[in-house]
């Protein structure tokens, strides 16, 4: 009711806005990266490299972290009201997509 709102609200405030922003975010890499072939997809280009998709591939890494860190911050949240805000499904929710985000930071 509207007790639990009062409770969770500025979680769920900050939840909505990072879903928006990080969804934003990842529409504007699909654009960017539209164009490239798989191989440019996958593997950040070398600072020599003319012409290529180093700066939209950075970008997504910024993006990356900070999906990653609204993770870690949510999880911390999930685990102290543990089970108020979600059972064991949701923690492993968050750890696989934060397994999910750190091979997408390490490789390339």
């Known amino acids: 009711g509207e007790h639990t ?3 969770r609200g500025p979680s769920y405030a900050v939840s909505l806005i ?3 922003v990080v969804t934003g975010r990842g529409v504007m890499h699909l654009y960017h990266l539209w164009n490239a072939s798989n191989f440019d997809k996958l593997l950040i ?3 020599d490299l003319v012409n290529s998709y180093r700066t ?3 970008r997504v ?3 990356n972290t900070m999906f990653l860190s609204y ?3 949510d999880l911390f949240h999930i685990v ?3 089970p108020k805000l979600g059972g064991v499904d949701t923690i492993m929710h968050h750890l696989l997509f ?5 091979i997408n930071g390490t490789y390339g």
Do not use: D, R
Request: proline share 4%.
């Open 56 to 58: 939209a591939h950075l």
């Open 98 to 102: 934060a397994l999910c985000s750190v």
């Open 80 to 82: 102290m009201q543990f």
């Open 45 to 47: 280009p070398g600072k």
């Open 18 to 20: 990072h879903s928006i």
């Open 61 to 63: 890494t910024a993006t």
């Open 71 to 73: 993770l870690i911050y």
């Open 5 to 7: 709102l009062l409770q």
